[in-house]
T-cell receptor, first 112, second 111 residues
Framework: DAGVIQSPRHEVTEMGQEVTLRCKPI?????LFWYRQTMMRGLELLIY????????DSGMPEDRFSAKMPNASFSTLKIQPSEPRDSAVYFC??????????FGPGTRLTVT | RKEVEQDPGPFNVPEGATVAFNCTYS??????FFWYRQDCRKEPKLLMS???SGNEDGRFTAQLNRASQYISLLIRDSKLSDSATYLC????????????FGSGTQLTVLP
């Protein structure tokens, strides 16, 4: 079975550029989560969706960050404009009617 | 203060040793707790859930003490492959399906 799929796996971009991260959750899962992980702050929840509807975006750092889930099999996290402090590993995770979350391999973002 | 706090380590133990990790949480309105494992440059994966009565999965034993707001993970007969970061995770009331992760405890098992 395919797990959570994320793309790209690595992204290097210059400050000010737009960055789009993509996620395909496990088929049939009704929750999707976006996390950011850094050495300083650990794993932080940015936003999560239930049945494609955003439930809590209080973790989104600022207006430069936006997330969408147009259908049950696809979500995007966009940063515009990107800044060096956005450099981190971004994980997408999904779950189905339980607290067990399955994580994707992550996107390692470097903003120079 | 973080909702879930862990000793970051690192813990360096010889193969075959028993090692214990501790975790405290500040939100008493807690529902469920878990231990996740994260290998270097990989994604977190669920290791085990933590029940009030304590639970065991092979060499791993998890305990929850709600009175002290304290969670533990015990690894017996540690293997080289146990080297990873162990994340203490809580699910708190009113946060449907939302997990709060501790910063993790790094374990290295030495040959």
């Amino acid at each position: 079975d395919a797990g959570v799929i994320q793309s790209p796996r690595h992204e290097v971009t210059e400050m000010g550029q737009e960055v789009t991260l993509r996620c395909k959750p496990i088929s049939g899962h009704d929750y999707l989560f976006w996390y950011r992980q850094t050495m300083m702050r650990g794993l932080e929840l940015l936003i999560y969706f239930n049945n494609n509807v955003p439930i809590d975006d209080s973790g989104m750092p600022e207006d430069r960050f936006s997330a969408k889930m147009p259908n049950a099999s696809f979500s995007t996290l966009k940063i515009q404009p990107s800044e060096p402090r956005d450099s981190a590993v971004y994980f997408c995770a999904s779950s189905f009617k339980s607290y067990e979350q399955y994580f994707g391999p992550g996107t390692r973002l470097t903003v120079t | 203060r973080k909702e879930v706090e862990q000793d970051p380590g690192p813990f360096n133990v010889p193969e075959g040793a028993t090692v214990a990790f501790n975790c405290t949480y500040s939100n008493s309105a807690s529902q469920s707790f878990f231990w996740y494992r994260q290998d270097c440059r990989k994604e977190p994966k669920l290791l085990m859930s933590v029940y009030s009565s304590g639970n065991e999965d092979g060499r791993f034993t998890a305990q929850l003490n709600r009175a002290s707001q304290y969670i533990s993970l015990l690894i017996r007969d540690s293997k080289l492959s146990d080297s990873a970061t162990y994340l203490c995770v809580g699910a708190f009331s009113g946060s449907a399906r939302q997990l709060t992760f501790g910063s993790g405890t790094q374990l290295t098992v030495l040959p």
